[in-house]
């Protein structure tokens, strides 16, 4: 297949350094809203990219639960793969792929599993369908059809059908602790705007420009 045509300009703005905030995490609140206010499908989904004990990459997309100047937030099954990997390794990348606005961030970090209460906080706000799904699914465990899916699902339903879901012990959220991210704008003619900001021994961030 020859892909080799398919190609476009980058149009749509630029990006420069008296327009950003000198806080990557305000700066990437800011863009985050104009996503969310763009109406762009699944602002939220981002690409988690992780390394296994073996070296081996690996990336999924997951959804942003949570964000703030201590990190960014998502929930997931602690006995899945990308789980076992972060426990192997617990740096890890995060990108933000918003292609109808030029956009992407990208975030570098370390992940570390958030406190008892924040996922339990967080588990109570999920549709009863969504919190009974966490407990009939070994996440990223060989199943032999959907339909033995479909069978556990309706047997957790039965299960909790008289009270409310607790929080299965094999779940809960990571904070990706991020020194490193990276601003990009869609450029004409390739020169696209990039802005890096990393983050100093003593807690400031220090903003450069990167060539396209």
């Known amino acids: 297949m020859d892909l080799e045509q398919i190609r476009r300009e980058y149009l749509m703005g630029g990006l420069r350094r008296e327009h950003l905030n000198p806080s990557p995490f305000e700066q990437f609140d800011l863009w985050l809203q104009q996503a969310i206010a763009a109406g762009i499908p699944d602002p939220t989904a981002m690409v988690l990219a992780t390394v296994d004990g073996h070296g081996q990459p690996d990336q999924r997309l997951v959804l942003l639960k949570h964000s703030d100047a ?62 009974i799904a966490a407990w009939a699914s070994r996440q990223s465990a060989p199943i032999d059809s959907r339909r033995m899916l479909l069978e556990q699902f309706e047997r957790m339903k039965a299960k909790f059908r008289e009270g409310k879901v607790p929080l299965p012990d094999f779940w809960g959220g990571y904070r990706v602790v991020p020194h490193r991210f990276e601003f990009w704008q869609g450029g004409g003619n390739r020169l696209h705007d990039r802005f890096e900001y990393v983050l100093a021994a003593d807690g400031t961030w220090s903003i450069s420009r990167l060539a396209p």
């Open 70 to 131: 201590t990190g960014l937030v998502f929930y997931t099954n602690y006995g899945s793969k990308k789980a076992a990997d972060i426990a192997a390794n617990p740096k890890v990348s995060l990108h933000f792929p918003w292609h109808s606005m030029e956009r992407q961030v990208r975030v570098s970090g370390i992940a570390q599993r958030v406190p008892l209460n924040e996922s339990i906080r967080y588990f109570a706000t999920r549709p009863l369908e969504s919190q």
